[in-house]
């Protein structure tokens, strides 16, 4: 991102619920992992009133699909949230460790 370009916020997601949800974003697949309470909030580079983002729900995963890129995820104060945060270890006795 530039100096120049100014990310425009147009999609907060909360997670009311008492587990972890998974937010992920399409087109980059990327999961983020939201603890009970945590609001993320998703941004581009789009333009105010655009419609940008379609947004799908399936029990404990939120899937949002960016219609405008670049799109990021990030906290309430605007910091980037990485892929993978709070991503919950691997079920099962064969783990495999991921970056």
């Known amino acids: 991102m530039t100096a120049d370009e100014t990310p425009v916020p147009v999609l907060r997601v909360r997670n009311s619920g008492e587990e972890l ?3 992920i974003l399409e087109p980059y697949g990327s999961d983020h992992w939201m603890r009970p309470g945590e609001t993320f909030v998703i941004w581009t580079l789009g333009h105010p009133g655009d419609e940008v983002f379609e947004v799908e729900h399936e029990p404990g ?3 949002v699909h960016a219609e405008s890129l670049p799109a990021y995820v990030g ?4 910091n980037e949230i990485e892929c993978g945060h709070n991503r919950p270890p691997a079920p099962g006795p064969f783990r495999l ?3």
């Open 21 to 23: 949800l998974e937010l």
């Open 61 to 63: 995963t939120v899937t």
């Open 75 to 78: 906290d309430a104060d605007g």
């Open 97 to 99: 460790r991921l970056p």
